[in-house]
């Protein structure tokens, strides 16, 4: 089946600090890969598609230059949170869509474990 | 703009007992996916069951069916025989035509009680 990796799984850094969250897929190639943010008994929330080998899209509200993304290879995806700031503290999950004919027609996303950042 | 709507915030179920989990979505869009991601507390997200727009039957994986009910755009789950293990977070959520980032709704908290 497909996998998919986040690391780190968790990271504490301080306030005005930079992290970097890096998601791969282990068994397949991704040529799209999204990345979202849940914050404590709340839901997912897309951020952003990252797509290999062009700018990623945004999500309405979402700042692009705070939230950098790459997409270097068909299996990475990095998210970097510049600049972080309490508020910023939240579980980010990543997924990617294994286009292989699966149980959703191709459609299924698989999730990363997620990345819990506190920032203090 | 798509919408997911699960108004159910919490649930408690006895062991072995059948239950459904309500999803009502939002799209003006005439191709849609919905899904179904059960979350537990270690966070992961795992893939439960997928429902197209035009799929002509309900769809079903193992003790999980999709209760899909395109006139009314509801999706309900429904989990057979439930067990202590199904205790979980449940996500109902949608992809847009040709968009593949998926909208979420707030979740169900469902407790299988022994």
């Known amino acids: 089946g497909a996998v998919v990796s986040q690391h780190p799984s968790r990271v504490i850094c301080k306030s005005g600090t930079s992290v970097k969250i890096e998601c791969r897929s282990l068994?397949?190639?991704?040529?799209?890969m999204f990345w979202y943010r849940q914050f404590p008994k709340q839901s997912l929330m897309l951020m952003a598609t990252?797509?290999?080998?062009?700018?990623?899209?945004?999500e309405q509200g979402v700042e692009k230059d705070k939230f950098l993304i790459n997409h270097a290879s068909l299996t990475l995806s990095t998210l970097t949170v510049t600049s972080a700031h309490p508020e910023d503290s939240s579980f980010y999950i990543c997924s990617a869509r294994d286009l292989r004919a699966g149980a959703a027609g191709g459609y299924e996303q698989y999730f990363g474990p997620g990345t819990r950042l506190t920032v203090t | 703009a798509q919408k997911i709507t699960q108004t159910q915030p919490g649930m408690f179920v006895q062991e072995k007992e059948a239950v459904t989990l309500d999803c009502t979505y939002d799209?003006?869009?005439?191709?849609?996916?919905l899904f179904w991601y059960k979350q537990p507390s270690s966070g992961e997200m795992i893939f439960l069951i997928y429902?197209?727009?035009?799929?002509?039957q309900n769809a079903t994986e193992g003790r999980y069916s999709l209760n899909f009910q395109k006139a009314r755009k509801s999706a309900n789950l429904v989990i057979s025989a439930s067990q202590l293990g199904d205790s979980a977070m449940y996500f109902c959520a949608m992809r847009n035509g040709g968009a593949d980032g998926l909208t979420f709704g707030k979740g169900t908290h469902l407790i299988i009680q022994p």
């Open positions: 429902q197209g727009s035009y799929d002509q």
């Open positions: 799209t003006s869009d005439p191709s849609y996916g």
């Open positions: 068994d397949f190639q991704a040529t799209t």
């Open positions: 990252s797509n290999e080998g062009s700018k990623a899209t945004y």
